[in-house]
């Protein structure tokens, strides 16, 4: 069980992390587990009933789980075909609830949306939207004003048929 000072997901959090489940909701297969919902349940049993995360299984094949701002986790599918058992899957979920209880999440890149939005890739399946926000994100803080030069060298190197760096 979960005992630890929390606090609501502002609506401007609560807005983004709508968002961004209805991209993941889209671009990949998602489903619920009663054991995943389960193990979540326990574990924030002591957290108000309006304040519980929810948990989303994302079909992928890497072995991760994840959060962003609002009221989701993401545990994969693959993941949990490797965990021995409850206790190691509720270690993982503990640990992304501790992302939400500790204030970290005010660290994630609000403009990911933005990134969405970019005229250049408006049109682009959400996951190329999410392969440039990665890429971005890897190379560190970016200032507005850089990001769309870097969306123009990120689509320009896809289009060449390269990798980006």
């Not at 671009?27 to 957290?47: N, P």
């Not at 009933?49 to 992928?60: G, H, I, K, Y």
């Not at 206790?87 to 660290?107: C, I, M, N, P, R």
Request: charge should be neutral; charged fraction near 25%; include cysteine.
């Amino acid at each position: 069980m979960m005992n630890s000072a929390h606090s609501a997901p502002s609506a401007d959090d609560l807005e983004l992390g709508e968002w961004f489940h209805q991209q993941i909701a889209k671009a990949f297969l998602v489903k619920r587990s009663e054991w995943v919902d389960g193990i979540a349940a326990r574990l924030q049993s002591t957290r108000p009933a309006t304040e519980r995360l929810d948990v989303t299984v994302v079909w992928l094949s890497e072995m991760t789980a994840f959060t962003a701002p609002g009221r989701y986790i993401y545990v994969t599918g693959r993941l949990m075909e490797y965990c021995p058992g409850e206790a190691s899957l509720a270690f993982t979920l503990a640990h992304e609830v501790a992302h939400h209880d500790l204030g970290h999440l005010q660290y994630f890149p609000r403009w990911v949306r933005d990134v969405a939005d970019e005229e250049l890739v408006r049109d682009a399946p959400f996951m190329t939207k999410l392969q440039i926000w990665v890429g971005q994100r890897a190379r560190g803080y970016m200032p507005v004003r850089d990001r769309r030069r870097a969306l123009e060298a990120y689509i320009a190197e896809r289009g060449r048929g390269g990798t980006p760096a």
